[in-house]
């Protein structure tokens, strides 16, 4: 059966000159076009204040795409073609001329299909300028029909409950919620989506995916590498809103949410949202024995000497701001009635991964001698999103001899020899994008559910500011994050779990 055709698309990206646009929209979109997933009839209409003529903005693309695409050699393939699509204009988005110009552009289309094309309003420019720009739309009388104009927000949302409220309640009253993507790149992720598939495409796990099997979860998102030229941003926002707020959450949703009735996008969100609701709200009181901060001091990670936090870019010598941030969450519902879930994150840790872990309960009753196994908790799955994507169940097994050994392998899915290599797995955004042109809002997310994650992270923010850390730098660069991240876990009789450094995939 052929595809139905796509609608005819204008996607305007605004901050066509920045980071975000380069590395990864860019690869995105030639990877959707190389792929035919782009409707036959498309542009790309990118706004950034530096100078460009068409020709120097597409070679400049064209340098981003060769830099990181997931394809190598692609420019070898309908680069040309590609490169027509785009268009750059230089104009400052703060300006209303901008949209008198844009709003010209969109109703004076020679081209009868632009005309009825849907238009996408991408804001790849720094969070405190969206708002003005949708206001700037709003004034200039675009995006009026919600069938045919969409907005697209980059993370973060908001930067504490208050201000995401408070954006929220002025897009709708300017918009239709169903007009606003919030972009959480790491529902676009394939092995993130897959949890989906794992857990309601498969009778074999719901039996026993709750707290009477299992023990607890735990969600690792460890990053090599520190905050590079993104200084500036990060002491606005620090680990905790940087990838706790959003993606982790997101991540402990898609491990504990209830079956969904179908797949359809506010179905999917109610399903998260409840989990969001159930999360125990620590008290001001309670956030230091549940939460704990670091930052990375100066050190080697492999040879290499790294800069400590503080000596960064665009960041403060006496910086407060977390590098590093785990926090010890319940899911206060029947399914998940005292099943901890442990959640960390961190720049310039040991290695790149990031990776769920469900851990089972141990039998209820061993015939075995005690000297047979090394542990009685051997039943594990572990979901590694990347930059290994694998899925592997642990059991217990018989060694080969004479006596009565155990001994825990892994039965271990792995994306590549079921589906290729990793060039051949979408990237993140091309999925989103592709769902942003399709109009499909399932793995963006609602304004409720961004609000609700707030609400779980804001008492954390205001204990934490209350108390500044008296200990910081504390975590060596190439470790796994400061010792009272080790305490967390331990004062509950487990501990962090990781790949075996021979099975890890270097960055
Ligand atoms: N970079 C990344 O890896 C990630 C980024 N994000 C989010 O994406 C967004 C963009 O980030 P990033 O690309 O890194 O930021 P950059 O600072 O690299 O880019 C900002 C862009 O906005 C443009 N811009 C700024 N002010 C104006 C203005 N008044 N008029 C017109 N254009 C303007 C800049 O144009 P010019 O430079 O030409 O002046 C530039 O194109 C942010 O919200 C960020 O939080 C989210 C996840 C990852
Ligand atoms: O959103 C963000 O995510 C990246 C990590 O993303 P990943 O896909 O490489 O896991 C993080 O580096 C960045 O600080 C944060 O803003």
Redesign the pocket.
């Given at each position: 059966m052929q595809a139905p055709k796509k609608q005819p698309t204008i996607l305007f990206i605004?901050?066509?000159?920045?980071?975000?646009?380069y590395?990864?929209l860019m690869p995105a979109l030639y990877n959707l076009y190389l792929d035919k997933y782009l409707p036959d009839q498309f542009r790309i209409i990118s706004?950034?204040?530096?100078d460009f003529s068409n020709t120097t903005y597409r070679n400049y693309i064209k340098k981003g795409i060769s830099e990181h695409s997931r394809r190598k050699d692609c420019l070898k393939i309908a680069w040309k073609e590609f490169s027509e699509l785009m268009e750059y204009y230089k104009?400052?988005?703060?300006s209303e001329k901008t949209y008198k110009s844009i709003a010209g552009y969109v109703k004076n289309y020679e081209d009868e299909w632009k005309a009825k094309a849907t238009e996408i309003y991408y804001m790849?420019?720094?969070?405190q300028?969206a708002p003005v720009v949708a206001e700037r739309l709003h004034s200039a009388k675009l995006m009026t029909d919600p069938a045919r104009s969409r907005m697209v927000f980059?993370?973060?949302f908001g930067h504490d409950l208050q201000s995401a409220t408070d954006l929220n309640i002025r897009l709708g009253q300017i918009f239709k919620e169903e007009q606003i993507y919030r972009i959480d790149?790491y529902l676009g992720k394939e092995t993130v989506q897959n949890i989906l598939a794992l857990r309601f495409a498969n009778a074999l796990f719901e039996p026993l995916w709750n707290s009477h099997y299992i023990d607890y979860v735990q969600i690792t998102a460890a990053e090599n590498i520190g905050v590079e030229d993104r200084g500036g941003?990060y002491e606005q926002a620090g680990a905790l809103r940087d990838m706790v707020q959003n993606h982790m959450l997101q991540l402990l949703c898609m491990l504990a949410m209830e079956p969904p009735l179908s797949f359809d996008a506010n179905e999917i969100r109610n399903k998260k949202l409840d989990v969001l609701k159930a999360i125990r709200i620590w008290h001001k009181d309670e956030v230091h024995q549940n939460a704990v901060r670091g930052q990375y001091e100066a050190g080697w990670i492999e040879g290499k000497q790294v800069k400590g936090y503080r000596q960064e870019k665009n960041v403060a010598p006496d910086s407060k701001v977390e590098t590093f941030a785990a926090v010890k969450f319940y899911v206060d519902n029947w399914r998940w009635k005292d099943v901890p879930f442990y959640v960390r994150t961190g720049k310039c840790m040991h290695s790149k991964s990031t990776m769920v872990t469900i851990q089972f309960k141990p039998a209820p009753q061993y015939a075995f001698p005690n000297e047979a196994a090394e542990t009685w908790r051997p039943n594990r799955l572990t979901v590694s999103i990347s930059p290994q994507m694998d899925i592997r169940l642990r059991f217990q097994t018989k060694q080969p001899g004479p006596q009565m050994a155990l001994q825990p392998v892994d039965m271990i899915f792995n994306y590549s020899d079921a589906y290729g290599g990793e060039d051949k797995q979408p990237e993140a955004y091309e999925t989103l994008l592709e769902d942003v042109i399709e109009g499909n809002a399932t793995l963006f997310m609602r304004a409720d559910q961004v609000e609700a994650a707030w609400e779980i992270i804001q008492p954390i923010l205001e204990a934490w500011k209350t108390r500044p850390p008296v200990d910081f730098p504390n975590y060596a660069p190439g470790s796994w994050g400061p010792e009272d991240a080790e305490a967390l876990i331990a004062k509950d009789g487990y501990h962090w779990i990781t790949l075996p450094d021979n099975e890890k995939k270097k960055r």
């Amino acid at each position: 059966m052929q595809a139905p055709k796509k609608q005819p698309t204008i996607l305007f990206i605004f901050g066509g000159s920045g980071d975000l646009t380069y590395r990864k929209l860019m690869p995105a979109l030639y990877n959707l076009y190389l792929d035919k997933y782009l409707p036959d009839q498309f542009r790309i209409i990118s706004i950034g204040r530096s100078d460009f003529s068409n020709t120097t903005y597409r070679n400049y693309i064209k340098k981003g795409i060769s830099e990181h695409s997931r394809r190598k050699d692609c420019l070898k393939i309908a680069w040309k073609e590609f490169s027509e699509l785009m268009e750059y204009y230089k104009a400052d988005l703060e300006s209303e001329k901008t949209y008198k110009s844009i709003a010209g552009y969109v109703k004076n289309y020679e081209d009868e299909w632009k005309a009825k094309a849907t238009e996408i309003y991408y804001m790849s420019i720094a969070p405190q300028l969206a708002p003005v720009v949708a206001e700037r739309l709003h004034s200039a009388k675009l995006m009026t029909d919600p069938a045919r104009s969409r907005m697209v927000f980059e993370k973060p949302f908001g930067h504490d409950l208050q201000s995401a409220t408070d954006l929220n309640i002025r897009l709708g009253q300017i918009f239709k919620e169903e007009q606003i993507y919030r972009i959480d790149h790491y529902l676009g992720k394939e092995t993130v989506q897959n949890i989906l598939a794992l857990r309601f495409a498969n009778a074999l796990f719901e039996p026993l995916w709750n707290s009477h099997y299992i023990d607890y979860v735990q969600i690792t998102a460890a990053e090599n590498i520190g905050v590079e030229d993104r200084g500036g941003y990060y002491e606005q926002a620090g680990a905790l809103r940087d990838m706790v707020q959003n993606h982790m959450l997101q991540l402990l949703c898609m491990l504990a949410m209830e079956p969904p009735l179908s797949f359809d996008a506010n179905e999917i969100r109610n399903k998260k949202l409840d989990v969001l609701k159930a999360i125990r709200i620590w008290h001001k009181d309670e956030v230091h024995q549940n939460a704990v901060r670091g930052q990375y001091e100066a050190g080697w990670i492999e040879g290499k000497q790294v800069k400590g936090y503080r000596q960064e870019k665009n960041v403060a010598p006496d910086s407060k701001v977390e590098t590093f941030a785990a926090v010890k969450f319940y899911v206060d519902n029947w399914r998940w009635k005292d099943v901890p879930f442990y959640v960390r994150t961190g720049k310039c840790m040991h290695s790149k991964s990031t990776m769920v872990t469900i851990q089972f309960k141990p039998a209820p009753q061993y015939a075995f001698p005690n000297e047979a196994a090394e542990t009685w908790r051997p039943n594990r799955l572990t979901v590694s999103i990347s930059p290994q994507m694998d899925i592997r169940l642990r059991f217990q097994t018989k060694q080969p001899g004479p006596q009565m050994a155990l001994q825990p392998v892994d039965m271990i899915f792995n994306y590549s020899d079921a589906y290729g290599g990793e060039d051949k797995q979408p990237e993140a955004y091309e999925t989103l994008l592709e769902d942003v042109i399709e109009g499909n809002a399932t793995l963006f997310m609602r304004a409720d559910q961004v609000e609700a994650a707030w609400e779980i992270i804001q008492p954390i923010l205001e204990a934490w500011k209350t108390r500044p850390p008296v200990d910081f730098p504390n975590y060596a660069p190439g470790s796994w994050g400061p010792e009272d991240a080790e305490a967390l876990i331990a004062k509950d009789g487990y501990h962090w779990i990781t790949l075996p450094d021979n099975e890890k995939k270097k960055r």
